[in-house]
């Protein structure tokens, strides 16, 4: 059966009108009239009953405030031992299994020179530099591939900078590490508790299936404290908001000439190499 | 009908088999669990009242863990106004500190696994002095 011109037409126009009629119209004319955000009760508000009172979630008042967390690495004064200190820390703290062979986990590891920095290249560069094992972790970056590419935001920028993940979010899907030019994330191939040494009972160990990385010591940050590598590396490590003209970090990237690890992919990292 | 006696005694044989869980179970009520709270010498309140914690502290944790990962707000003000830092294995099992008799009893007898366990630390129950 055909349709000709005129019936055509008749049907366009009803559907119009119906779609008119309908949320699109009321979008149309009276923007804002159906969203239900401002009324829409907090979480705290849905999940507790009137009679139970008023409760309240609120940060910790002695938490680090920064507008923008970033790390300065000084190569001059990270000896091999205050590095393996830093390792040895961050592993123990944050219950980092030891898994031998290719499904290791890390966080903060060492790398060679030619590894942090491939596209610097240069034969005749300092032997000392070149020869350095250079302390890496999560870059933090400012424009994270790894948040953009993950399907379930379990990985998300916080506003102060840290890349965090939501270990309760991860499916596992591990693109975050395929967007990752720094391999700074792990997928835990196997359940990690057998491979954790001794485990640390204030610290959540992570479960089969999800992918793990640095998070700058957030809950160490939460209640005032500096991360763990940065305490423990005697100076080495400097850790502060970026965004403050006036940190120590601020002052050590104006003194010294500072390197990032592959700036040519518009990353943004946040980890500064002083060489 | 035919075969009459071999279908007669397949369909016997079948219900029996069908109605084994019924019948194999009755009279044998599971005990209904009893949750063992912690001492008043430790805690006599939680963060809200027994009846809402009793059917809801799912939620409850649900939305601290959103707070804590996503939002960074770990102090919890509890409806009497008591401060609580956010924190399943450092809060809730500093009091439940033994999870085989709190946690465990109504999981068990619901036969719900909650997977909190597969990351989450579980302290080892203190020894009573």
Redesign the interface.
């Known amino acids: 059966m055909g349709v000709d011109r005129r019936k055509f037409l008749k049907l366009a126009g009803v559907s119009a009108a119906l779609g008119l009629g309908g949320a699109t119209g009321f979008q149309l004319l009276r923007p804002g009239a159906l969203d239900a955000a401002e009324r829409m009760p907090t ?2 508000q849905m ?3 009137k009679e ?10 002695k ?1 680090l405030k920064g507008r923008r967390w970033g790390m300065v690495i000084d190569m001059r004064k990270l000896t091999p031992a205050k590095a393996r200190a830093a390792i040895e820390a961050c592993d123990y703290y944050h219950n980092v299994p030891q898994i031998p062979g290719k499904q290791n986990i890390k966080w903060i590891w060492t790398a060679p020179y030619i590894n942090v920095f491939p596209e610097t290249e240069n034969p005749w560069a300092d032997p000392e530099i070149k020869n350095a094992q250079f302390i890496v972790m999560c870059n933090h970056c400012n424009n994270p591939p790894c948040v953009r590419v993950c399907p379930t935001k379990a990985t ?1 920028q ?1 506003e102060d900078g840290i890349v ?1 993940m ?3 979010r991860c499916i596992g899907c591990r693109f975050c590490m395929a967007g990752c030019p720094y391999g700074s994330r792990s997928f835990n191939f196997r359940d990690p508790r057998p491979f954790i040494k001794k ?1 640390y ?8 299936g999800v992918v793990e990385k640095c998070t700058f010591c ?1 809950e160490r940050l ?2 005032g404290k500096l991360p763990y590598c940065a305490e423990v590396s005697g100076g080495a490590m400097v850790f502060g908001d970026v965004d403050d003209a006036g940190s120590e970090l601020r002052q050590l990237l104006r003194k010294r000439y500072s390197i990032r690890r592959k700036p040519n992919l518009g990353t943004d990292p946040q980890v500064f190499y002083l060489v | 009908m035919y075969d009459s006696g071999k279908i007669i005694t397949g369909l016997v044989i079948f219900l029996a088999i069908f109605t084994y869980p019924l019948w194999s179970n009755m009279g044998k009520a599971a005990p209904v669990p009893k949750p063992e709270l912690p001492p008043k010498s430790v805690a006599t309140q939680c963060v809200a009242d027994t009846n809402y914690m009793r059917t809801s502290h799912m939620t409850l944790l649900n939305v601290w863990r959103d707070d804590v990962v996503r939002m960074g707000d770990r102090v919890y003000v509890s409806a009497n106004g008591k401060a609580y830092n956010m924190s399943l294995t450092n809060t809730c099992l500093e009091c439940h500190s033994d999870k085989v008799k709190f946690c465990d009893q109504c999981h068990n007898y619901l036969a719900v696994a909650p997977f909190c366990w597969d990351c989450h630390q579980v302290p080892k129950p203190k020894e009573k002095e």
């Not at chain 1, 139970?52 to 008042?61: A, I, L, R, S, Y």
């Not at chain 1, 009972?201 to 089969?208: A, C, H, I, N, Q």
């Open positions: 979480p705290y999940i507790f009953p139970q009172g008023n409760t309240d979630v609120m940060p910790n008042p938490r998300f916080r965090m939501d270990m309760h485990e009972l204030d610290y959540p160990t992570r479960s089969k957030a939460a209640v």
